[in-house]
């Protein structure tokens, strides 16, 4: 079970999640994977920046807010005054290690990558200390154990890879047999440490990634992911305002949907739960009671929610632009084509999306890309023209390209929109549009009309609950 930093970011946040567990322990005894507080890993990096930049005075201020955060949880969930007592001295020594770690930074005058992932990982650590400590008060035989001491991982600061074979191997020997003697496991996500036990991070998604490697080494039934949102959204909701949860996808469908911009689980992230068939849930913390999304690959799961290919869900990626390229040097000419995506490789930039003819590209880049260098290089090859100001719309679904009837479907929808690209490439569960910035919200609403009326009672999709 990992809960995101909504999920427990405030007193009555981090009670909900209690509840969740102690409910979840009448089925079976979870694992518990926590994120930070919600704001405090951005805080720990601005003090980091603050000590780097030798603004002292700065980052100490900003410590005593993060200790002063921590102190208000522990005031409003512990009432024990020897357990509140201890769960403050708790508190208080790892602000203690961030303060030492503030002034050193400051006297070097340098931030290094081994120092920053360091201060990144109190979050968890205060985060975990507090939540085990309120459940064992609440009665539950809760332990709580430091992800660094198991989470063995290379030396790639705030990109850390785990040796898995050692990880495995240390998983197994210190929390199965918690779990074999009914103990609930809090710890926490994202964090780790080198063989010689200096403070690592995994990076984006590290939280979903520890849980789904957990998971895997413990051969876990389902991972659970809870966050503040209704699962999986057939599109964005605050594109979409009658956006509904998809109650089941494939983990292709997933991938593909995080790919192309939708805020779905990152496949990286969840590929150990791939590999072992491990269903992964994604829950609501705010209304537990909704089901949420279950990404598998299971057969007997997604059997009776299968309906004919269509189409399961819209991602749209603002932000783009299209890099319209011609050259009559193309035609018929091997290994142009790797020239121009040289020229990308070169300046850093991914490519989007991709249509192609013979003797020119369309391709979309963020706007944030460095156009200027790429256009003047790519000029050198031929003519260059830019449309700024577009967005991809991504309309997925498993057999897409085999469903008759489906590519029609979505241009008839777009039939008051000028579509500025089509793209649909390798991918089975993807096709791909381009349309101008203002016309984004025209074309998703159309598209999610067109798919999603009427399907209320398919079982396929869930109206997400209503704030409270």
């Not at 508190?91 to 203690?96: F, H, I, L």
């Not at 999304?293 to 299971?298: A, E, F, K, L, R």
Request: proline content about 3%; hydrophobic content about 40%.
């Amino acid at each position: 079970m990992k809960f995101g930093g909504t999920s427990i970011g405030s007193a009555s946040a981090m009670q909900r999640a209690m509840e969740i567990v102690a409910k979840e322990k009448n089925n079976s005894i979870p694992v518990v994977v926590l994120s930070a507080c919600s704001g405090i890993t951005n805080k720990l990096i601005r003090i980091s920046a603050e000590a780097g930049d030798s603004n002292l005075e700065k980052a100490m201020e900003l410590s005593r807010e993060v200790k002063e955060f921590h102190h208000g949880l522990v005031d409003v969930l512990i009432n024990d005054d020897e357990r509140r007592a201890s769960a403050l001295d708790k508190v208080d020594a790892y602000v203690g290690e961030l303060e030492i770690l503030i002034k050193g930074v400051d006297i070097v005058g340098e931030l290094t990558a081994r120092s920053f992932d360091t201060f990144c990982s109190f979050g968890e650590l205060l985060s975990t200390t507090i939540f085990s400590e309120a459940m064992q008060e609440a009665g539950h035989d809760a332990v709580w154990l430091d992800m660094r001491e198991l989470m063995i991982t290379d030396d790639n600061f705030s990109m850390a890879r785990p040796l898995e074979d050692i990880c495995e191997k240390n998983v197994k020997q210190a929390i199965r047999p918690l779990l074999e003697d009914g103990r609930i496991v809090v710890t926490q996500g994202f964090i780790g440490s080198t063989k010689d036990g200096k403070t690592t991070t995994l990076g984006r998604g590290g939280s979903d990634f520890t849980a789904a490697l957990l998971g895997a080494w413990l051969s876990s039934d389902e991972i659970q992911i809870w966050t503040d949102v209704d699962g999986v959204m057939t599109c964005d909701p605050r594109v979409v305002p009658d956006a509904r949860s998809i109650r089941v996808m494939t983990f292709t469908e997933a991938a593909e949907l995080s790919y192309l911009g939708a805020k779905v689980l990152h496949p990286d992230t969840i590929a150990p739960a791939v590999k072992q068939s491990i269903p992964v849930y994604v829950l609501n913390s705010l209304h537990p009671e909704s089901k949420g999304t279950v990404i598998t690959n299971d057969p007997a799961m997604l059997e009776g929610m299968s309906y004919g290919g269509l189409v399961k869900s819209i991602a749209v990626k603002k932000g783009q632009c299209i890099i319209n390229f011609r050259s009559n040097r193309m035609l018929g000419r091997h290994g142009f084509m790797a020239e121009i995506f040289g020229v990308f490789a070169r300046a850093g930039v991914s490519v989007e999306m991709i249509s192609t003819s013979e003797v020119s590209v369309s391709l979309t880049v963020s706007e944030s890309a460095p156009l200027e260098e790429l256009v003047a290089e790519l000029r050198k090859m031929g003519d260059v023209e830019i449309e700024p100001d577009v967005a991809t719309i991504s309309v997925v679904g498993d057999n897409l390209r085999t469903s008759k009837g489906v590519a029609g479907r979505i241009f008839s929808a777009m039939k008051e929109v000028n579509i500025r690209m089509i793209s649909q490439g390798a991918s089975e569960i993807n096709v791909g549009l381009v349309v101008e910035g203002d016309d984004v919200e025209k074309a998703v609403q159309s598209l999610h009309r067109e798919f999603f009326s009427g399907n209320e009672s398919s079982g396929i999709f869930e109206a997400p609950a209503m704030k409270k």
